[in-house]
């Protein structure tokens, strides 16, 4: 198909326009009426009446709802696959059988290993943990033995 420069060209600003006018100038719209609610809340009991921890409130409030907005984007994210895990566990069992068996025995033997790397760390603490008992246990005997004198 062969494409004609001024039909591209018309399609192209038409696709800019309806971008602005369909998802930025909402956007924008509804910023801006978060924020004047935000500073109208902070300023209602009168025109300077907000003192700077009011002031402050409102900025970690506008500060944080980026970070949330994207939280809640990651959770509605994290939700659709695990919808989706469960409608795929139910329609290949067998396959999910055979790869649930091959996964638990790859955690067997992670935490056989997770076992056998930390036990040496153990082994260490408990020889100091004794000699730092029998330090103790020389030291609290030989500073009694002048005291029975």
Do not use: C
Request: aromatic letters at 8%; zero cysteines; proline letters at 3%.
């Amino acid at each position: 198909m062969v494409e004609d420069p001024k039909i591209r060209e018309t399609i192209d600003r038409a696709s800019q326009r309806d971008r602005f006018w369909a998802i930025l100038f909402p956007i924008i719209l509804f910023s801006l009426i978060a924020v004047g609610l935000i500073g109208w809340i902070a300023l209602k009991d009168g025109f300077g009446a907000a003192d700077i921890s009011d002031l402050a409130g409102v900025a970690v409030v506008l500060l944080s709802l980026p970070f949330f907005l994207l939280g809640l984007l990651a959770l509605l994210l994290l939700v659709g696959l695990s919808i989706g895990i469960f409608k795929l566990r139910g329609l290949v069992p067998l396959a999910g059988s055979k790869l649930r068996e091959y996964l638990a025995v790859g955690k067997h033997y992670l935490l056989l290993a997770e076992d056998a790397s930390v036990k040496p760390i153990f082994e260490l603490r408990g020889l100091k943990a004794k000699i730092d008992q029998i330090g103790t246990s020389l030291t609290d005997r030989f500073a009694q033995k002048g005291k029975n004198l």
